[in-house]
Every structure is written in structure tokens, then in C-alpha cells.
T-cell receptor, first 114, second 111 residues
Framework: DAMVIQNPRYQVTQFGKPVTLSCSQT?????MYWYQQKSSQAPKLLFH???????NEADTPDNFQSRRPNTSFCFLDIRSPGLGDAAMYLC?????????????FGPGTRLLVL | QKEVEQDPGPLSVPEGAIVSLNCTYS??????FMWYRQYSRKGPELLMY????GNKEDGRFTAQVDKSSKYISLFIRDSQPSDSATYLC???????????FGGGTRVLVKP
């Protein structure tokens, strides 16, 4: 089945220690998104890639970076995690140019910062 | 004011009852609307997609959009304990634009 895969599902890091979260997709979608979701809150868009074009949200801290080496993979790098960065990180994809352009989410990576 | 508002719940119903979920939005430019279901510690799963005003039915689920009142609804008939989850509404302005999510409504269906 076509899907969005996130690894790892759970990540524990130390305060200030860089961490990378991974997302891959078999949907061949041209857009990939990264969201941050804290408990009982709506997903908050951090940034997205449309093909190779990177689009950062205005309020996304510089501490968060992303890479998309090819269509299938996208990475979220947190350069110096703080306690406030503990959250669920969701990757999503969509097919820009399609009629519905719905977003399909992965299972998420839960990040714990000690 | 948030662009998409949703009552956080929890909404508790007995098994077999109809679950009624609502969202209001403020941006009249929103054209398409979605409902996602999110189980605890999992990613959101797309349930329904609606473009502009109208109704859409899929099995036990019915989505309604009333653009004149900026009101979107999701109804779940014959609710099951497995429907217990958080339901997120989302809206977008046009293809190629980001989605704006509501905060989610937590639903509990009791056996």
C-alpha cells in the first residue's frame, strides 16, 4: 500500500543535542510537509517542500531546518532542541495540481527532550 | 480569533448514537474542507473531503458545509467504541495553499 512512513516513532534526545527525524513516502507526491503537534492542539505547519522549493512558515524558529534530497524522502533537523520542542512531529504529503490535493499524514514521531 | 474554531470536548455518547461535530471558520476564502480522525499517539487519518458548500456521505459518515454561515459539520451514525478519537476539521483556500486546522474535538463512544 502507498503510504507515508516516519522513523523513528519515538525519539528521546538531550537538551541541546541535535536530532533528525525522517519521513519517506511511496505516494510519489510532489509536496511534503512537516507539522508540530503538541498535546490537545492543532497541528502547526513548520514548513513544506513543493518539489525542491522550500517554503518556511514565518513563525518557524531557526532551530528547525529541513532537507529533501529526493522526491521520496524529507528530513526534519532540530539543531538545538529545547524542552519546549517536545511534541509529536507529523509528516504529510499531497499532490499539488490534483483536484483534491488532500494531505496524507504519517504516523508521527514523538520527541521527548530530557 | 482563530481562523478555524472547534469545541475541544470531550463529547461522550453511548454506542449506537449519532455523533455530531462542528467547526466554524472566519476566512470566507476557504474553498475546501476536510475532516481527519486522529487516534491517540497516531497521525491524522483523512475521513472526508468536501469542496465548497453541500453534503457528502461515505458509509456512516456525512460531512456538511454551509459557506453562507461558515459552518462545517461531521455526523457519525451508529457510533462504535472504535470511533473514539479526536476529530480535526481543516480548511484550505485553494489548491496549493496550506490547510488551517481546528484544535480538534475528542469523542468518547461508550459501550
Amino acid at each position: 500500500d502507498a503510504m507515508v512512513i516516519q522513523n523513528p516513532r519515538y525519539q528521546v534526545t538531550q537538551f541541546g543535542k541535535p536530532v533528525t527525524l525522517s519521513c519517506s513516502q511511496t505516494l510519489n507526491h510532489n509536496v511534503m510537509y512537516w507539522y508540530q503537534q503538541k498535546s490537545s492542539q492543532a497541528p502547526k505547519l513548520l514548513f513544506h517542500y513543493y518539489d525542491k522549493d522550500f517554503n518556511n512558515e514565518a513563525d518557524t524558529p531557526d532551530n528547525f531546518q529541513s532537507r529533501r534530497p529526493n522526491t521520496s524522502f524529507c528530513f526534519l533537523d532540530i539543531r538545538s532542541p529545547g524542552l519546549g520542542d517536545a511534541a509529536m512531529y507529523l509528516c504529510a504529503t499531497s499532490a499539488r495540481g490534483s483536484f483534491t490535493e488532500t494531505q496524507y499524514f504519517g504516523p508521527g514521531t514523538r520527541l521527548l527532550v530530557l | 480569533q482563530k481562523e478555524v474554531e472547534q469545541d475541544p470536548g470531550p463529547l461522550s455518547v453511548p454506542e449506537g448514537a449519532i455523533v455530531s461535530l462542528n467547526c466554524t471558520y472566519s476566512n470566507s476564502a476557504f474553498q475546501y474542507f476536510m475532516w481527519y480522525r486522529q487516534y491517540s499517539r497516531k497521525g491524522p487519518e483523512l475521513l472526508m473531503y468536501t469542496y465548497s458548500s453541500g453534503n457528502k456521505e461515505d458509509g456512516r459518515f456525512t460531512a456538511q458545509v454551509d459557506k453562507s454561515s461558515k459552518y462545517i459539520s461531521l455526523f457519525i451514525r451508529d457510533s462504535q467504541p472504535s470511533d473514539s478519537a479526536t476529530y480535526l476539521c481543516a480548511a484550505g483556500r485553494a489548491a496549493g495553499n496550506k490547510l488551517t486546522f481546528g484544535g480538534g474535538t475528542r469523542v468518547l463512544v461508550k459501550p
